[in-house]
């Protein structure tokens, strides 16, 4: 009746539940984030039900797409491993309870210390170079590892619509060659020289990657471990990580593609990948975590400008980076809301919505047909639960804004909130010999206290 979809009435509900509790409040907490945590739920159990078990998946979430620890340790409940890409990941996916077994290295600049660190926890390893090999070898210095070890393989088959989040393009930065004239030997050599290289690992990009693409290059993964079984007469590949990348729709509430079109497709160009011969790792960000999150801001001001009215919100550069830098290839969808969180009625006028932020380019949508925003409305930003409030940029010494979880699951049904992260307090600022001030607050507050 509403005309809304059932994910924008869900957000909608969120939103005025959130206004009645006070953690969106126009005075003292003007910007906040929720990540559905129900919907995280079904989303892996998705994911769970798309991929054959046998004989061992491991869905290992890409922590860069959200890296909140309390987002972890729910994505540990829910039976997936953590893919990490630096020491800090590596960091918070222990603090979120993972064993170093279901956790996944992969770095492009993986340091001394953190390989050693990596070998002697456990966690699986992907090597990116054959320079990062070499140490490896001498970390180990002969010893079986405990770690799953592989290499990052790059099937140079191309690039994807952003370039980038494109990963198997001829000249990419990431893994080793394998359409070089000469890098395939090298590499089949490697295999043979290292009994412990076990795995090959393969991610062809994020965002903008057709599925025949991302598919071909697993196919050319597991094309290359068949390879080394074949030459060596005995399997010494038993895994194939497949990374992530799976694109996620931004311009609607549908769900697409989904991982059962994935697996099909890989089904298509990667058969021998589900031939029981190997385990599987995945490793999937976005596709998990996008759609379950969304922002919530004011509207502080609005105004016209050479007849385009403009309105002044909460939410920009420090929540939706690489919209605000990059909007052609980061288009986000904006939803009205009047200052309860009700879904706001009114012909659309097209409009810039802004953000706080000291440049002109703060913007998270231009000239977009949306019911008139008037001060004291609310903004909401859907499909912003992977790379956006859980990656805040610092520009302006704007504070991160608080994360909610949300369940409405169980006890009869109500809108219940658990804060992810706190709101960074912008009073919380060292002094000039850059220690924390305690106090410091409470000592300028009546300076600048607003009645
Ligand atoms: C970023 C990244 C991922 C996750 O990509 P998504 O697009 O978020 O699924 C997985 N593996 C590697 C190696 C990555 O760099």
Redo the contacts with the bound molecule.
């Keep these: 009746m509403t005309g809304l979809t059932p994910a924008a009435e869900r957000r909608t509900r969120i939103l005025q539940e959130a206004v009645r509790q006070g953690l969106l409040d126009a005075g003292r907490s003007q910007l906040a984030a929720f990540v559905d945590l129900d919907g995280v739920a079904a989303t892996v159990a998705s994911l769970h039900r798309a991929f054959p078990s046998a004989p061992r998946v491991l869905h290992a979430f890409?922590a860069?797409?959200n890296c909140l620890v309390p987002v972890l340790a729910e994505l540990r409940r829910l039976g997936m491993g953590c893919?990490v890409?630096t020491a800090g990941e590596l960091a918070r996916a222990l603090a979120a309870g993972f064993a170093p077994d279901r956790i996944v290295f992969?770095s492009p600049a993986k340091t001394e210390a953190e390989l050693r660190h990596a070998l002697d926890l456990g966690v699986a390893v992907?090597a990116d170079n054959y320079q990062e090999l070499a140490r490896i070898d001498r970390a180990l210095g002969g010893r079986v590892p405990v770690s799953r070890i592989g290499v990052?393989v790059n099937s140079q088959l191309g690039g994807g619509s952003i370039a980038a989040?494109s990963?198997a393009t001829s000249t990419s930065k990431?893994g080793v060659p394998l359409a070089d004239p000469g890098s395939r030997q090298r590499l089949l050599r490697a295999y043979h020289d290292h009994p412990w290289l076990t795995w090959v690992?393969t991610?062809a990009?994020?965002?903008g990657c057709p599925l025949d693409l991302m598919a071909g290059g697993v196919g050319q993964a597991v094309a290359f471990a068949e390879e080394v079984n074949a030459s060596l007469g005995r399997r010494q590949v038993v895994g194939i990580d497949i990374?992530?990348?799976?694109?996620v729709n931004f311009a609607d509430d549908e769900t697409t593609p989904t991982f059962d079109t994935y697996v099909r497709q890989l089904r298509a160009q990667a058969p021998a990948l589900f031939s029981g011969g190997y385990e599987i790792v995945t490793?999937?960000?976005?596709?998990?975590l996008a759609k379950n999150g969304f922002t919530a801001a004011y509207v502080e001001y609005t105004k016209s400008m050479g007849g385009r009215p403009i309105a002044v919100t909460h939410a920009g550069v420090q929540v939706a980076t690489r919209t605000v830098f990059n909007p052609d290839a980061w288009p986000l969808r904006i939803e009205a809301h009047d200052g309860s969180g009700r879904a706001k009625r009114g012909g659309p006028v097209r409009q810039d919505i802004a953000g706080p932020a000291c440049f002109a380019g703060d913007l998270l949508a231009r000239d977009r047909a949306l019911p008139l925003l008037e001060p004291g409305d609310l903004i909401t930003v859907p499909d912003t639960g992977?790379?956006y409030f859980s990656t805040p940029f610092h520009y302006n010494s704007l504070p991160e804004p608080a994360v909610y979880g949300v369940r409405t699951s169980g006890d009869g049904g109500g809108v219940r909130f658990e804060l992810l992260r706190p709101a960074q307090d912008p009073w919380d600022v060292p002094g000039p010999d850059g220690h924390a001030v305690p106090g410091r607050r409470r000592e300028y507050e009546p300076v600048h206290g607003v009645g």
């Design positions: 890409a860069k797409a893919e890409a992969d992907n990052r989040m990963t990431f690992h991610h990009g994020s965002q990374g992530g990348g799976l694109p490793e999937f960000g976005r596709s998990v992977a790379y």
